[in-house]
Nanobody, 113 residues
Framework: QVQLVESGGGLVQPGGSLRLSCTVS???????MAWYRQAPGEQRELVGR???????NYSDSVKRRFTISRDNVKGGVYVQMESLKPEDTDEYYC????????WGQGRQVTVCR
């Protein structure tokens, strides 16, 4: 069973930056990967995805501020988050975009003064 482990994140002031990493226990070769976020009591929403060729797509709310990347050899997927806003405060998760694996524990990102 594939395991997903997210790391990074934390507390930052508005306008700050954070980076999240996701380590996948299995291969990610040939797999579209994605980052999601979820607030308590809310549905999980797609932040962005990255194709096998590293083409990326983002939700309008994070476009031009977040950058997703991948390292197929290391089995890692990353999101660099810039110009963070309070509304970016959420729990962040990575997963297989087309066929979700068991969700990891996620990482909390909190943006506040």
């Amino acid at each position: 069973q594939v395991q997903l482990v997210e790391s990074g994140g934390g507390l930052v002031q508005p306008g700050g930056s954070l980076r999240l990493s996701c380590t996948v226990s299995g291969t990610i070769f040939g797999i579209y990967m994605a980052w999601y976020r979820q607030a308590p009591g809310e549905q999980r929403e797609l932040v962005g995805r990255i194709t096998t060729g590293s083409t990326t797509n983002y939700s309008d709310s994070v476009k031009r501020r977040f950058t997703i990347s991948r390292d197929n050899v290391k089995g890692g997927v990353y999101v660099q988050m810039e110009s963070l806003k309070p509304e970016d405060t959420d729990e962040y998760y990575c997963n297989n975009y087309r066929s979700a694996w068991k969700w990891g524990q996620g990482r909390q990102v909190t943006v506040c003064r």
